[in-house]
């Protein structure tokens, strides 16, 4: 059964970091594209980041670009989200997904096969 584990959540004061992770079981996550994705309490989810299966390319939102990074280490089976000098306005559930696509998305679409249950990020004083 194809599944995303995410984990590293919690509660950071402004202006501090985490790091999430995404982890894949149930296929090989090096043919699949993998997006993160953000929800606050009452909208949609919007993209943060992601990275490619074909090349490691990746792309972020512009509200978290230069602030975050994302990689993947395929022999672990998962990717990681390295979040720095978070500001309040990032709070919310992080989703990871993946899509079978050689060239990833931020845009959360039909494209993705497989989400993660979440973790909760928040960011307050």
């Known amino acids: 059964q194809l599944q995303l584990v995410e984990s590293g959540g919690g509660l950071v004061q402004p202006g501090g970091s985490l790091r999430l992770s995404c982890a894949a079981s149930?296929?090989?996550?090096?043919?699949?594209?993998i997006g993160w994705f953000r929800q606050a309490p009452g909208k949609g989810r919007v993209g943060v980041s992601c990275?490619?299966?074909?090349?490691?390319?990746?792309d972020y939102g512009r509200s978290v670009k230069g602030r975050f990074t994302i990689s993947r280490d395929n022999a672990k089976a998962t990717v990681y989200l390295q979040m720095n000098n978070l500001k309040p306005e990032d709070t919310g559930v992080y989703f990871c997904?993946?899509?079978?696509?050689?060239?990833?998305?931020?845009?959360?679409?039909?494209?993705?096969?497989?989400w993660g249950q979440g973790t909760q990020v928040t960011v307050s004083s």
């Open positions: 997904a993946a899509e079978n696509r050689l060239q990833c998305t931020i845009v959360p679409g039909p494209s993705f096969d497989v």
């Open positions: 149930g296929f090989p996550l090096n043919i699949y594209s």
């Open positions: 990275i490619s299966s074909k090349d490691g390319s990746t």
